[in-house]
């Protein structure tokens, strides 16, 4: 069965600390691994998809990676505005259907 | 979100009383999905559209029905809603199953 897991659930940083959320994926042929933030009351926004393992994508403090079993979403040197629920959803060959975690909640404090 | 509305935003409704969701997109993509998100599980798909008048079902499909008469608006009904559909209703757009999607900006909904 296909499964997306993520972790930690929440995650507090000080600004300027640099951390990484995990998912790790169970999809038979992976067709995409996609990540979204989430801002309380809204839609989850786009951040990146991935095709295959070894790519890495970058948008500002945000960089994500993958491997055949997991990916990372890396943030550096955070700032308060990163603060937001973290998706990752993954995708199979076999659907048109993706498989979302349920999130990392992300804090940065002053 | 440029592209994609929903309606209504916020709804209160009666159990047993049907009740219609609508979501509405500018891109004319293919594929349309309703998702319903609820604390500890995430987003979970309830039916999806990959083309007018075709539909398919997610995994919380149980008390939902969806029509796409248009590539336009994608309509999710509750034929006689419980309490346990109280939750937050998003839809979701793509060109493609490969795409990243275009989320709108939910209907939360809750049943009493």
């Known amino acids: 069965e296909d499964q997306v897991t993520q972790s930690p659930e929440a995650l507090r940083l000080q600004e300027g600390e640099s951390s990484s959320l995990n998912c790790s994926y169970t999809v038979s042929g992976l067709r995409g691994l996609f990540w979204y933030r989430q801002d309380p009351g809204k839609g989850p926004e786009f951040l990146f998809t991935l095709y295959s393992a070894g790519e890495e994508k970058e948008k500002e403090r945000l960089k994500a990676t993958l491997t055949k079993k997991e990916s990372f979403l890396h943030i550096t040197a955070p700032k308060p505005e990163d603060s937001a629920t973290y998706l990752c959803a993954a995708g199979g060959y076999n659907t048109d259907k993706l498989i979302f975690g349920t999130g990392t909640r992300l804090q940065v404090f002053p | 979100d440029a592209g994609i509305t929903q309606s209504p935003r916020h709804k209160v409704t009666e159990t047993g009383t049907p009740v219609t969701l609508r979501c509405h997109q500018t891109e004319n993509h293919r594929y349309m999905y309703w998702y319903r998100q609820d604390p500890g599980h995430g987003l979970r798909l309830i039916h999806y559209?990959?083309?007018?008048?075709?539909?398919d079902k997610g995994e919380v499909s149980d008390g939902y029905s969806v029509s796409r008469s248009k590539t336009e608006d994608f309509l999710l009904t509750l034929e006689s809603a419980t309490s346990s559909q109280t939750s937050v209703y998003f839809c979701?757009?793509?060109?493609?199953?490969?795409?990243?999607?275009?989320f709108g900006s939910g209907t939360r909904l809750t049943v009493v």
């Open positions: 559209s990959y083309g007018v008048k075709d539909t």
């Open positions: 979701a757009i793509s060109a493609t199953a490969s795409y990243g999607y275009t």
